[in-house]
């Protein structure tokens, strides 16, 4: 009975998706076309070529764990290009009534990463998000990192798993 609950206990909390860090090296970065918040066409497969990692983070205007883990990765990202040659790619997936939001609250936070814009949400889907925030990280077009929510820290997690991938130590 002790097992069974146990195994009960473990379920749910891996179902549910509240912190859910896992290898998912066997899936590929889906081919959605979306646009940046510059208006240019992209094609999601494209976001991941080459030999370098790229932090894919699905965000929304109204969420403010969304702002919190976008503007810390902000003040990390040009250590993070400069020591693992990371390259971020924010993924907004508000609907067509929030989009016009996008841009200003990138203006005002001066991000310097790539933001683009999912308003039909089809990324969001190919990519089996459920809940913002939720970063993935991906190495020549294969996610090899999942993880949902965002709390003080997790940037540190990010970081080994930078160290790991492109074997510096920074």
Known sequence: ?????????IAFVSLSGVVCAQD??????PSVKIRSVTGDLINTADISTDNRPVVVSFWATWCKPCLQELQTYHGLYEE???KYGVKLVAVSIDDS?????????????NWKYDVLLDINQEFKRAMNVN?????????NG?????????????EDELEELFKKLTGKEG
Do not use: C
């Open 142 to 154: 294969k996610v090899v990192f999942s993880h949902s929510a965002y709390s003080y820290g997790d």
């Open 97 to 109: 009534r929030n989009a016009s939001k996008v841009a200003p609250v990138v203006k005002s936070r």
């Open 1 to 9: 009975m002790k097992r069974f609950v146990l195994a009960a206990i």
């Open 131 to 139: 809940n913002v925030p939720h970063t993935f990280v991906i190495m």
């Open 24 to 29: 998912t090296s066997s899936a590929r970065l």
């Open 80 to 82: 993070w290009q400069e």
